[in-house]
């Protein structure tokens, strides 16, 4: 995007502006989804093999290793929400309460950052357990042939970018106009992915549907608060006469999104 050309432009139009470019990626995004929709032949082949307790007998030992396996991904998963809910909650609580607290501690201000960039680090290297060097995977062809674990690391590089930036801009490094627009960005791209991600592990188990509905329907609620942070923080920056009322309403909507995070259950 032509920052230079969004700067000469009126409110409205930088909004225009914004919401084709975001949604190019969205367009994008759906594409690769689509292309991708397929799993690939071993993966394919997994995932049957996960289902078979529903489908074919198993031996005693084979299914309680199968549902070892399910248990420990599903409390891995939870516990990557609700870490990351946290970490988000804290953020926001933050934002909310910068401008007082700042005046007493003027180092308050880089710990919302600190938080995005925590939260990143821990998506992109304990996200998904089975790769290396947690597990035997291999990360390139993890994330070739698996959609969840290339959602995941882009979550991360977009959490890491945010709180880079966000951290240059509180030590006051970083000045650029078109920095003000990182964040409402990377929120609505943030969101607009979860329409594309889906959970592997809510595949599996006797209620297996009722799980993926459930996921389902946790991740749109995250997706509207999402969208919500983005259109407030975008709207703080364009309308300065009601730019009060917006800066307390994104970091508020951070602070739900966080408790929804922490209440995650597969």
């Keep these: 995007m032509d920052w230079e050309f969004l700067e000469k432009q009126p409110p409205w139009g930088r909004l225009l502006a914004i919401f084709a470019f975001l949604t190019s990626i969205c367009f994008a995004a759906n ?11 071993h993966e394919h082949a997994e995932h049957e093999g996960m289902r078979m307790p529903m489908d074919a007998p198993m031996d005693a030992a084979t299914q309680a290793k ?9 409390k891995e998963s939870e516990f990557n929400h609700h870490l990351a809910g946290l970490l988000v909650a804290v953020a926001g609580v933050f934002i909310l309460f910068q401008s007082n607290l700042a005046a007493r501690w003027p180092a308050v201000k ?22 290396w060097p947690f597990g035997n995977r291999q990360w390139l062809e993890a994330l070739k042939n698996n959609r969840e674990v290339l959602q995941h690391k882009m979550f991360a590089v977009l959490l890491i970018m945010l709180g880079t930036i966000e951290w240059k801009k ?15 960005s990377v929120a609505v791209i943030g969101s607009l992915l979860l329409i594309f991600h889906h959970h592997e592990g ?3 188990g006797e209620h297996h549907m009722e799980t993926m509905q459930r996921i389902q329907a946790q991740h749109m ?18 309308r300065p006469r009601s730019a009060g009322i917006f800066r307390k309403i994104w970091p508020t909507l951070m602070i739900l999104l966080g408790i929804l995070l922490m209440f ?3």
């Design 66 to 74: 199968l549902q070892a396996k399910i248990l420990l991904d599903k």
């Design 110 to 131: 880089l710990v919302w950052p600190a938080c995005f960039l925590l939260a990143g680090i821990f998506v992109l290297v304990w996200s998904d357990t089975e790769l």
């Design 31 to 41: 594409a690769t989804g689509a292309a991708q929709g397929q799993p690939a032949h």
């Design 202 to 204: 809510g595949m599996v």
């Design 221 to 238: 609620s995250y997706l509207m608060c999402g969208l919500g942070i983005g259109l407030a923080n975008g709207l703080s920056e364009l």
């Design 170 to 184: 509180a030590r006051g490094a970083l000045n650029a106009a078109w920095s003000n627009w990182v964040f409402p």
């Design 264 to 266: 995650y259950k597969e």
